[in-house]
């Protein structure tokens, strides 16, 4: 049973830095594709960052290139999504995601419970 414990959201001030962790377990995941995901109040959940676990190639949603930066902990199965110069329209609740993606095709995936993250103007 895949688990995902995502930590490290708060309250911080506009331009502020705030560093979300999740941590993995359950798996192997040398084949998984992790990911960071937000929903804001009222708003459909939407990406923001992924990365292959085995390669470390990451992906970013433009709203947040240049100043997120997702990484890995491979001794820890822990990935971290690294967050700078943060706006009002950065707060959401910030979810992390593992999908298996083996041959090009995915498998199911899965959802830790979600961080809330709320940054002041």
């Known amino acids: 049973q895949v688990q995902l414990v995502e930590s490290g959201g708060g309250l911080v001030q506009a331009g502020g830095s705030l560093r979300l962790s999740c941590a993995a377990s359950?798996?192997?995941?040398?084949?998984?594709?992790m990911g960071w995901f937000r929903q804001a109040p009222g708003k459909e959940r939407e990406f923001v960052a992924a990365?292959?676990?085995?390669?470390?190639?990451?992906y970013y949603a433009e709203s947040v290139k240049g100043r997120f930066a997702m990484s890995r902990d491979n001794a820890k199965n822990t990935v971290y999504l690294q967050m700078k110069s943060m706006k009002p329209e950065d707060t959401a609740v910030y979810y992390c995601?593992?999908?298996?993606?083996?041959?090009?095709?995915?498998?199911?995936?899965?959802w830790g419970q979600g961080t809330q993250v709320t940054v002041s103007s």
């Open positions: 359950g798996r192997t995941f040398s084949s998984y594709v």
């Open positions: 995601n593992a999908r298996p993606v083996v041959g090009g095709l995915s498998g199911p995936e899965y």
């Open positions: 990365m292959t676990w085995s390669g470390g190639v990451t």
